[in-house]
């Protein structure tokens, strides 16, 4: 879909005027707000497809109490929990990125991956709506894309421009 941001994931059902605990998701803020209209995905069969936020209230970081227009009971919150919420990406404030931490500058560096060894070498990172993208030349030509996601980064040695990863299997082949 594009044109659309994954920007929360509705967590779990609060209370039974329909409220839903939702949480930003792809590493954004809290993004939610009166009368943005979001998709829902993966549909759910015999739920809305579609929902408006009616309202947002902070509980906690990146964590809201969130209610639909079109969900106001718990059935119905129940039925579209664990939802992602996807949102035209003209429809969101995406400024507040803007003062997120300066992207590493680690062109040139050597990538590793902790399974399976030297993937290549560091030609940018790009930053995206929703996460920063290494692009990573291969020995054996080509490129690769690879999220820069913490929970992928082992070890950073400065010194010795490498980075070290543990990537999700099949991802070097996509």
Request: glycine share 8%; charged share 25%; aromatic share 6%.
């Amino acid at each position: 879909m594009r044109g659309w941001i994954d920007i929360a994931t509705l967590a779990k059902p609060k209370n039974l005027k329909g409220g839903l605990v939702a949480r930003g998701a792809s590493g954004l803020p809290f993004l939610l707000y009166p009368g943005l209209t979001l998709a829902l995905v993966p549909p759910v069969t015999d739920a809305p497809r579609t929902v408006t936020v009616a309202s947002a209230e902070d509980r906690a970081d990146n964590e809201a109490l969130v209610f639909f227009e079109e969900v106001t009971d718990l059935s119905g919150a129940e039925a579209i929990a664990g939802c992602h919420c996807l949102a035209r990406e003209d429809a969101v404030d995406l400024s507040v990125l803007e003062d997120a931490e300066e992207l590493p500058d680690w062109e040139g560096w050597t990538v590793f991956d902790n399974e399976t060894g030297l993937v290549g070498t560091v030609r940018s990172i790009d930053e995206r709506a929703t996460q920063p993208l290494i692009t990573v030349e291969r020995p054996e030509g080509g490129e690769v894309l690879i999220p820069l996601a913490e929970d992928f980064l082992v070890d950073l040695d400065e010194e010795g421009r490498r980075i070290v990863m543990a990537l999700p299997a099949g991802l070097l082949d996509l």
